[in-house]
């Protein structure tokens, strides 16, 4: 995912989730299970699953770490968790739990049009509300 938002010039959404993880699995059915989510992240997005607890190694700012380090290094407390990176991989931030689809979209039009380079997420948001969008 990270070659590829490189290549592309794509910011990174990273799904922290546990094989155990009740809230995880909702997650997947019912936001990135959304046609709308999807398909605004499948196109906007170089997109990551990472399970919080795997041994697998990754490569992220030249360092070969494990999925579970990752996910420490980053700041994960609780699965599931998203977070997003620019293009170059640095790291925007992330949010905690379980988003609801429209509440998904929010975040990631606000990660996508870089409106975080002008304005707070709450600015954003109250502007798609105004919009009806």
């Given at each position: ?15 922290f ?101 002008k ?15």
């Open positions: 995912a990270l070659e590829r938002a490189a290549k592309e010039e794509k910011h990174v959404l990273v799904d989730y546990t094989t155990w993880c009740g809230w995880c699995k909702v997650m997947d059915r019912q936001t990135y299970g959304d046609s709308e989510v999807a398909t605004y992240l499948t196109e906007q997005f170089a997109l990551a699953k990472v399970n919080g607890e795997s041994a697998a190694k990754l490569t992220w700012q030249g360092k070969s770490i494990s999925e579970r380090d990752f996910a420490r290094e980053v700041g994960v407390k609780g699965y599931p968790s998203t977070f997003f990176m620019k293009p170059n991989a640095d790291l925007l931030g992330g949010v905690p739990g379980f988003i609801k689809a429209p509440d998904m979209l929010i975040y990631s039009k606000y990660v996508h049009t870089k409106y975080y380079e304005g707070k997420l709450q600015q954003f948001a109250d502007s798609l509300r105004n919009l009806g969008s």
